[in-house]
């Protein structure tokens, strides 16, 4: 059973910075393709980054050169770097989980993740 468990969410002003994490366990993280993804209140989840087995990456165009994904497989741990945080940043942000080796879309889609972790929320003010 693979489980998926986000930290480091919390408040920040605009122009900060937060660092989230995602634990899996069950399973190393280098061997699943893992995302970010978001979903504010009133809108649909939408996708944020990815990282394949292959280190190969993705971002969503709102936050290109703010956001990078990365991974530490001596920890096990999925990252998500967020600088420059924008108010419209703000959201439950989950980290998500699939055995795939390859995208089947162009854009990063909630339908290509087959476990997901429970939500970390990150508010920014103006």
């Known amino acids: 059973q693979v489980q998926l468990v986000e930290s480091g969410g919390g408040s920040v002003q605009a122009g900060g910075s937060l660092r989230l994490s995602c634990a899996p366990s069950?399973?190393?993280?280098?061997?699943?393709?893992m995302g970010w993804f978001r979903q504010a209140p009133g809108k649909e989840r939408e996708g944020v980054a990815t990282?394949?087995?292959?280190?190969?990456?993705r971002y969503a165009d709102s936050v290109k050169g703010r956001f990078t994904v990365s991974s530490d497989n001596a920890k096990n741990t999925l990252y998500l770097q967020m600088n420059s945080l924008k108010p419209e940043d703000t959201a439950v942000y989950y980290c998500a989980a699939t055995p795939r080796k390859w995208w089947l879309y162009p854009g990063i889609k909630t339908a290509e993740f087959d476990y997901w972790g429970q939500g970390t929320q990150v508010t920014v003010s103006s």
């Open positions: 069950g399973y190393p993280v280098s061997t699943y393709s």
């Open positions: 990282l394949d087995i292959y280190g190969g990456t």
